[in-house]
C-alpha cells in the first residue's frame, strides 16, 4: 500500500515539500541546542519543563482520542465509525510520534536515552510512560495497517488482531493516565496534585483529539474522492461536546476545591494563571482567551442548529482545539511550577529557537500524518469508484 | 569534553585508591585529627572512611552571620566545582541563602518574629529519607545510599529533569549549558559536569569517603553540626536533644535530614 503515498498531485507534494523545509528549519536550530544545551529555551532553574513537555502532554491527549472511535465501533457495534477508525488509528500514530520526539528534543542528554531500558526504574513515572507510549503506537501501527490491507483486498483482516484492538482500548487510557501520574504524584506542586488529574487529562483528550479530527475529515472531504460521512463527523461532534462539558466541569470542580479549603499552595498557582502576581502574569490573557473559547464552544455545540451548521462546526472544533492546547500546552505545565515550591515567582516564556524546535517537531508529525492518511484516504478512494 | 570529565573521574578514583594504598596514613592521621576535634568520637570509623546510618546535619542560624555564610557557600562551591554563572536563569547552586518565607513557605506567617524574619537560612539538599526525586528518575542516576546520602551519578543522567519537578525544595540545579567555562579554579579532586545533566548537594560524600567531614561544616566553625541520626549517642543527637529544631515541610513526608535551630 505504500507505493499509494508516493502518487499524488501536485498540490500535495507542495504540502510535503513545505513541511519539510519548515522540518529542517527546525533541526538546524535543534543542533544549535544539542550543541549548546537546553539553555537556548526560557526554561530555568524554577520552570524545568517548559513548551516541548508542554505539547508532548498535549499531543498524548490528541493520540488517546482514537479510542472514542474504536470504542464505539467495537464495544458498541456502532457500525457507521467503521468508515473513519483508521483516520482515528493514523492520527494516534502521528500524534505518539509527535510526543516521542518531543520528549528527544527535551532530554539534556539524549544519546543516553536508552539508559531508560538499560535501567529499568519501575518506581518511576517516567519509565512506565515510555512503555505505554511505545505499546501504543506499535498497536495502532499493527491495528491500522491490517485493518486497511485486508479493506483493500475486501477480506476479513487476520483473527489475531481483534485481541489487539480489544486491547488498545483500555491501552489508550492508560497512556493518558500514565503522563497525568507525571505530574499528579509529586509532592509540593500543589498545582498538579490532584486525583482529578488523570480524569481531566482524558476529559480534554475527548474533546481536543475528536475536534482535530473532524476538521481532518473536513478536509479529506474537501481535497479528495472519499467522504468520511456526516453522521460520523456529527457523532464525533457529541462526544466533542461531552468531552468539553465535562473538561469544564471538572476544572470547575479544582477551582471549587482548591478556593474552598483556601489552602495557598494550591491556590497560588490559579492565582497566578487567571489574575497574575506583582506584574507576572503572562499567562493571563491566554488563560482567560481559552475559558472563552471553550464557553463559546460549548454553546455553539450545545445547540443543534449550530452543531449541524456544517459551516460553523469546523470553526467550533478549531476553537475546541485551541481551547484545550492553551489549557494544556501553556498553563498546565508552567503554571505548575510558578510559584516555585519555595514561592518565588520566575516565569517562563519560550524563547524563538524553542518555538521553532518545536514547529520542526510539529512538522515531521504532519509529514507522518499526511502519508499515512494519503495512504488510507486512497485506498478507501479505490473502493469507492 | 566528555574526556575530560572522565580524567578528572579517574583522578579522583586515582587518588582515592592511592587512599587505601600509598597515602593511607597521610590521609588516616589527617582524618583523625579533623574528626576527633569536630565531634569527638561520633563517628564510626572503618580505615579511613567516615561511615553512619543515617548522616544527617544541623544548622544552627543563631551561628550564621554575614561573615560565615559566604565562606561556607564558597567552600562547598569551590570544592565541588560549582560554575559561577550569572545568568539566573541557567545558574547552578548546591548551597545558598534564602530568607525564612521561601526556606519555610508553609510556616511563614504575618506576625513573624523580627529576628528570624530577616534571619539567612542555608539551603540544600534535605538528603531526605524517602526521597521523591529517587522516585522520578527513570535511569536511577539519583539514588540513595544505605547511609542516607542521595547521590547522583552523572554519567548516567539523561537529562529529563523529572527528579527537579519531584523535588519539594528546590534544591536540584540543571545544567543548561557546559559549566566548565564557568569554573574559576577547578578542584582536580572531584569531576566537573558537562552540559544536560542535573546536580546537587552531596554531603561531601567524596570527603567521607577519605575521613573528611563535608566541607560546609569545616567552613561553618560549628554553626554546622553533621552526624549520624540513627545513633542515640552522636553529637547531632545531642544537639537535637537539648535544642527546638525545624524542617522543611515535613507534611509532605519526605522526612529531611536537615534540622534548622531558630
Ligand atoms: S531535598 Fe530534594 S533533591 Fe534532596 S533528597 Fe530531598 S527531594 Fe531529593
Ligand atoms: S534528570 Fe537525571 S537525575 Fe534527574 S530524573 Fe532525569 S535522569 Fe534522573
Redesign the interface.
Known sequence: MLETAIKGSRNYWLWLAGLAAVFCLGFLVYLNQLS????I??????V??GFYIAQFTFLVGVAASAVMLVLPYYLHDYKAFGRITILGEFLAVASVSMCLFF?IV?????Q??L??W??P?P?????WD?IVLNGYLLLNIVIGWKILEAERSSIAPPKWVKPLIYLSIPWAVSIHTVTAF??CG????GFWLTAILAPRFLASAFASGPAFLIVLCFIVRKLTKFDPGTVQIQTLAKIVTYGLIINVFFLLCEVFVVFYSGIP?HMEHFKYLYAGHDGHGVLVPWMWTSAALALLSIFLLINPATRKNEKILPFTCVMVFVAMWIDKGLGLVSGG?VP?????F?EYVPTLKEIMITFGVYALGFIILTVLFKIAVSVKEELVS | MEKSSRRSFFKVAGISLLGISGAAPVLNSFAESQVSHTVEGSYVKNESTLQAKRWGMIINTKELSEDNVPSIIEACHKAHNVPNIDN????VKWIWE?EF???F??VNHDFLNERVENLKFL?FCNHCNNP?C????????TFKRDDGIVLMDFH???????C???????SR??????PRPFIEETNPLFPTR?????EKCNFCAERLAVGKIPACVEAANGAIVFGDLNDPESEIRQVLKENYTIRR?PA???GPSVYYIV
Open positions: 549548546f544545551g537546553l539553555g529555551t526560557g526554561m530555568n532553574r524554577d524545568t519543563w520528549i527535551d532530554l539534556g542528554q539524549p543516553r536515552i539508559n531508560v538499560l535501567h526504574t518506581g518511576s513515572v517516567l519509565f515510555t507525571l505530574y509529586l509532592p509540593g506542586r499552595e511550577f516555585s515550591p519555595l514561592h518565588h520566575n | 539566573k536563569k541557567h545558574e534564602e518565607k521561601h526556606a513557605p508553609t539551603v521523591p529517587v522516585r522520578a528518575c527513570p535511569t536511577k542516576a548516567r543522567c539523561i537529562g529529563c529533569r523529572f527537579m519537578a519531584a523535588c519539594p525544595y528546590g540545579s540543571f545544567n543548561f549549558e557546559n558537562m552540559k544536560g545533566v542535573v515541610k509532605l513526608g519526605t
